[in-house]
């Protein structure tokens, strides 16, 4: 991702992110006890937190923004397969759908296309959320944090859906 990237040479580079000490563990097991959307977006920077907390030096501005793309990276992969998963679906209700006409899209494209607006929206969201920094040192972690977020969230939706 540029965006994260592009956040992360904000950050100075006090700290090694071989240094860092993550897990997705404390992620993955308040992940398991949640029930609930509300409660597993709650779990959204778990991992992150106790990186921070964790590693030394984990609280200055390289060490939050590499904690928190080291959890970003957990749920993007989280939300890819969930898309994969989704679209599979969304293939399958196709094939046994009527044949789509041009006044209705297929349940597949319409995922495509909610997919690559929400691309969109994150993106904007999270610039916004950086320039609250007006340049500051927390706009690194701050741009991270809110693509972390906005990503566990698209993660966390996608995974309710079911045939």
Partial sequence: MKRVALALMLCAAPLAAQDLQYSDRGTELCLADAEGYAAKL???????NQCMEDTP???????????LDRELQFWDQ????N???????AKRRDADAV?????????ADALREMQ???????????????ALWQG????????ISCLMEQTARQALSLDVWED
Avoid: H
């Fill in 42 to 48: 709650a779990c959204a920077g778990a991992s992150a």
């Fill in 78 to 81: 989280r939300l890819n397969d």
């Fill in 99 to 107: 044949p789509a006409s041009e006044d209705r899209a297929g349940v």
């Fill in 116 to 130: 690559r607006a929400w691309i969109e929206f994150r993106d904007k969201a999270c610039t916004y959320e950086a």
């Fill in 136 to 143: 500051g040192t927390g706009q690194g972690p701050a741009a």
């Fill in 57 to 67: 030096g984990g609280s200055s501005t390289y060490g939050m923004g590499g904690c």
């Fill in 83 to 89: 898309y994969a998963a989704v679209m599979v679906q």
